[in-house]
Nanobody, 124 residues
Framework: QMHLAESGGGLVQSGGSLRLSCAAS????????VGWFRQTPGKEREFLAH????????YVAESVYGRFSISRDNARNTVWLLMNNLEPEDTAVYYC?????????????????WGRGTQVTVSS
């Protein structure tokens, strides 16, 4: 049973940066790909980025491409989401999720394990 815990959220001004962390425990981290998602009230959960098990390949959604990047360190059981040039529209709860399927999947519910999320608020 894998446990995921997001951290690093908070309040940031427009144009600022944040790095979110997703720390995994209780499972074999290298057996899982990891994705980042976000959700705002009244909207569907949005896929943001994915990193393969080894970290050798990543995929970033077009909506945040060029501003967001994803990386992982398997020795630290951690995945990061680096967010640059943040905009008020990026305000949301951000979630990480682990997937035994190695390739990117855009459906949050398809993943095997999920964190509880971390709030990001971008002020104008």
């Amino acid at each position: 049973q894998m446990h995921l815990a997001e951290s690093g959220g908070g309040l940031v001004q427009s144009g600022g940066s944040l790095r979110l962390s997703c720390a995994a425990s209780g499972g074999t981290f290298t057996q899982y790909a990891v994705g980042w998602f976000r959700q705002t009230p009244g909207k569907e959960r949005e896929f943001l980025a994915h990193v393969w098990r080894s970290g050798s390949s990543t995929y970033v959604a077009e909506s945040v491409y060029g501003r967001f990047s994803i990386s992982r360190d398997n020795a630290r059981n951690t995945v990061w989401l680096l967010m640059n040039n943040l905009e008020p529209e990026d305000t949301a709860v951000y979630y990480c999720a682990a997937d035994v399927t190695p390739w990117p999947r855009l459906d949050f519910d398809a993943y095997d394990y999920w964190g509880r999320g971390t709030q990001v608020t971008v002020s104008s």
